[in-house]
């Protein structure tokens, strides 16, 4: 095994423990007719079933990993719960402090 593949599982092994496995999940939907029994009906039937992924809310931001600013696709559920540093963006036009 070369050390090439070696860095790559580590480095892949890092984004997945900081990140998560950021694949769609799998699952199910389902159509339905009828009215339900608590409503006055004779209950709900399903009509269809059909696969389909339950992808997850991502974002293209930059991202501070390791003292580098990098360009990651995060889940916003990372960026609102603030386990994503990002970087401090300083305005351009702003006038240095003197003390």
Do not use: C, W
Not at 65 to 91: F, N, Y
């Amino acid at each position: 095994m070369s050390t090439l593949k070696k860095n790559k599982r580590i480095k892949r092994a890092a984004l997945l423990e900081t990140y998560g496995d950021l694949k769609p999940g799998r699952g199910n939907k389902k159509v339905e007719r009828g009215k339900a029994k608590y409503l006055g009906g004779n209950g709900r039937k399903t009509t269809g079933i059909t696969k389909r992924t339950y992808r997850r809310n991502l974002k293209k931001i930059q991202v501070i990993e390791d003292g580098a600013v990098v360009t990651r696709k995060v889940p916003v559920r990372m960026i609102r719960s603030g386990l994503i540093t990002k970087p401090v963006v300083q305005d351009p036009f702003a006038l240095p402090e003197h003390n």
